[in-house]
Structures are given as structure tokens and as C-alpha cells.
């Protein structure tokens, strides 16, 4: 099964709106990381958060982390046409050489001029 | 400076074919990571280079999958016997470090198994 699962699979929101994903996970992690992906294209980074952060910030962008609720949230603010993408989460488990990477099955963002 | 490339970007294959993926890394980069991912579903972790040797091969999915970096740069996917199923498009990653650094994904290799 899935280590971290986004919610809701997909999103239309106006441009100019907000746009919120979340994921959950189920065991603890080290870091974890959103990626986008825009059609066709490979996966580009957008933040890496650790598991004794709780917020981190970049440009329009904001990812939260609750380790309690074992869950993380990408806030993309001010939306616009090319924030159309599929986001994903991607949990970091373990440390070292024994650490694993897995990721989401995504969240695809759809925003209406 | 060039990002992370892979060749072919599409290779069709008879079922039965044996098919090798190149991923050539962004320069310098210690860690190389081979994905598979499945239409509208997130990439799915196959294995993982820390220089020349597998650091975690456990996402191989059978012993027809197999890759190697024996220089540490370059690495190439090689699947035997092919079948429908392995069809998906196939990403390769590099980063500085491991798993808690940003990874740089290549293009992708789109491989249908007809």
C-alpha cells in the first residue's frame, strides 16, 4: 500500500484562488518532499521539509507538516494557468543507507482562466 | 548546465525483447534513482545508485529488471523478456546526496511493450 496518499485526487479551482493539497502518511518519516509534474514532463522539486519542521515557505508556495496527524499540505496561492500540474508528496522513511523514498499517487490541479 | 537526461525518450518492443534505458545524470551527481511510473499514477521507486553500487534494489520488481552505473555517472536500465505489463514511462533521478536532497528527474522513457 501507499506511504503517503494526496487528497483530493483531483482539484479545479478559478485562477487567482488558492489552491490546498494534503498528504497523509502512516509511518514516521524523515523528510518529505513535494514534487510537480507538469504533462509529459518529468517531476521537478518544489520543497523538501523535515520531520522537526512544521512550515516552510517558497515564493507562492507554503508546506506545512504535522507529525502528530502524520500528515503535510502544499498551499499554492494566488493560482495561476501554469500552476496546472500534477503535485506529489513523497515520503522519506529511515536514515542513511536504509532509508526509503516513496511516493504519492498525486494530486492533478486544474486552474480555470 | 545540462540537467539529467535519458535516451530513448520512446522505444516500442515485441514482447519477449530485451530493452536497455540510459540515463545520463547531472554532472557531479553521487545519487542516481530509476522510477517507473504508470499513467495517472506517482512514480514508483525501482532502485537507487550511491556512486558505482545499488545502494537498495528492493523496487526491482522480478530478476528480468536489472541496472548498472559502473562508473558512477551514466547508468542503464536493462529488461529481459519483456511484457505488457513493464510498459509504463520510465524516470531516472539524480541528486547531490541521498534521500534528503532534492532529486533532478530527466525527461522520462516512454517504453511500449506490444
Known amino acids: 500500500s501507499q506511504q503517503g496518499e494526496e487528497d483530493p485526487q483531483a482539484l479545479s479551482i478559478q485562477e487567482g484562488e488558492n489552491a490546498t493539497m494534503n498528504c497523509s502518511y502512516k509511518?514516521?518519516?524523515?523528510?518529505l518532499q513535494w514534487y510537480r509534474q507538469n504533462s509529459g514532463r518529468g517531476l521537478v522539486h518544489l520543497i523538501l521539509i523535515r520531520s522537526n519542521e512544521r512550515e516552510k515557505h517558497s515564493g507562492r508556495l507554503r508546506v506545512t507538516l504535522d507529525t502528530s496527524k502524520k500528515s503535510s499540505s502544499l498551499l499554492i496561492t494566488a493560482s495561476r494557468a501554469a500552476d496546472t500540474a500534477s503535485y506529489f508528496c513523497?515520503?522519506?522513511?529511515?536514515?542513511?543507507?536504509?532509508?526509503?523514498?516513496?511516493f504519492g499517487s498525486g494530486t492533478r490541479l486544474s486552474i480555470r482562466p | 548546465g545540462a540537467g539529467v537526461s535519458q535516451t530513448p525518450s520512446n522505444k516500442v518492443t515485441e514482447k519477449g525483447k530485451y530493452v536497455e534505458l540510459r540515463c545520463d545524470p547531472i554532472?557531479?551527481?553521487?545519487?542516481l534513482y530509476w522510477y517507473r511510473q504508470s499513467l495517472g499514477q506517482g512514480p514508483e521507486f525501482l532502485i537507487y545508485f550511491q556512486g558505482t553500487g545499488a545502494a537498495d534494489d528492493s523496487g526491482l520488481p522480478n530478476d528480468r529488471f536489472f541496472a548498472v552505473r559502473p562508473e558512477g555517472s551514466v547508468s542503464t536500465l536493462k529488461i529481459q523478456r519483456t511484457e505488457r505489463g513493464d510498459s509504463a514511462v520510465y524516470l531516472c533521478?539524480?541528486?547531490?546526496?541521498?534521500?534528503?536532497?532534492?532529486?533532478?528527474f530527466g525527461p522520462g522513457t516512454r517504453l511500449t511493450v506490444t
Open positions: 533521478a539524480s541528486s547531490t546526496g541521498g534521500h534528503s536532497y532534492e532529486q533532478y
Open positions: 554532472s557531479g551527481h553521487t545519487a
Open positions: 513523497a515520503t522519506v522513511l529511515g536514515y542513511s543507507s536504509a532509508s526509503k523514498i516513496i
Open positions: 509511518t514516521s518519516i524523515n523528510n
